[in-house]
């Protein structure tokens, strides 16, 4: 599992560096797309059982519409 996890907290800080970049760039688009991967990992990991809570600071989330 430890494996598992730090995989999955890699992809999600690499997702949030991409996020990071749109955002400043004024890519609405993708900033939604990377904001989504990044909630789809966090969803994956709780799901196995992982604390993912502290790993994205939640304003990151909050500033991306994820609603459909």
Do not use: C, N
Not at 13 to 24: G, I, T, W
């Amino acid at each position: 599992m430890k494996v598992f996890e730090t995989t999955l907290r890699s992809q999600v800080s690499d997702v949030q560096q991409k996020l990071a970049a749109a955002q400043r760039a004024g890519l609405e688009y993708e900033s939604h797309l990377h904001g989504a991967r990044i909630q789809d990992l966090l969803d994956l990991g709780a799901r196995h059982g992982i604390d993912t809570g502290t790993w994205v600071d939640p304003t990151l989330l909050d500033s991306v519409s994820l609603a459909s």
